[in-house]
């Protein structure tokens, strides 16, 4: 299935996604490419912020760009590396079956799932800067990733357990 239809049937029925996604087996080019793409589509949903930054301030756009590409390429997929770690040891400490893989293909699913609220994210505080608004859209983002988290977690327990 085609992984736009999947990340809408996500927001419908993230265990049923999950559930599907962990039955096709670990594959870790798949897992970077989750990851990869979802790192992407957040660089490319800041550019309405960086361009608000950089007229409002008087700073280079292309600075600020070149900045934020080395954050979400190159820093945050290290970082959601380590967060896929700590999960697994959360639920290793909580005796819960685990696999570091699930723990992984889990997290990059739900960061890639929720980015397209992270690019409404972008766009309104482009366009209105730090509003109740923008911090509503906000708070619906990550909302969205701890649940699909959650709930992925939650299934990849069931497989193992």
Do not use: K
Not at 5 to 30: H, K, N, Q, S
Not at 71 to 90: K, N, R, T
Not at 94 to 107: D, E, G
Not at 114 to 124: D, F, M, N, Q, R
């Amino acid at each position: 299935m085609a992984v736009t239809l999947d990340i809408a049937r996500t927001w419908r029925a993230p265990r049923d996604v999950m559930r599907d996604m962990l039955a096709m087996g670990p594959r870790e080019d798949r897992a970077i490419a989750y990851l990869l793409v979802g790192c992407l589509l957040i660089f490319v949903a800041q550019w309405p912020r960086l361009s608000r930054i950089a007229f409002l301030d008087g700073v280079e756009f292309d600075r600020l760009v070149a900045y934020e590409f080395v954050s979400w390429m190159i820093v945050w997929p290290l970082i959601f590396y380590a967060i896929a770690a700590l999960l697994h040891g959360l639920m290793l400490l909580f005796r819960q079956p685990s696999r570091m893989w699930s723990a992984r293909i889990v997290l990059f699913w739900s960061v890639l799932a929720t980015s397209p609220v992270g690019l409404l994210y972008g766009l309104a505080s482009g366009l209105i800067g730090v509003s109740p608004g923008t911090q509503l859209v906000g708070a619906i983002w990550l909302g969205a990733l701890v649940l699909f988290v959650a709930q992925g977690l939650r299934e990849a327990r069931g497989l193992h357990g």
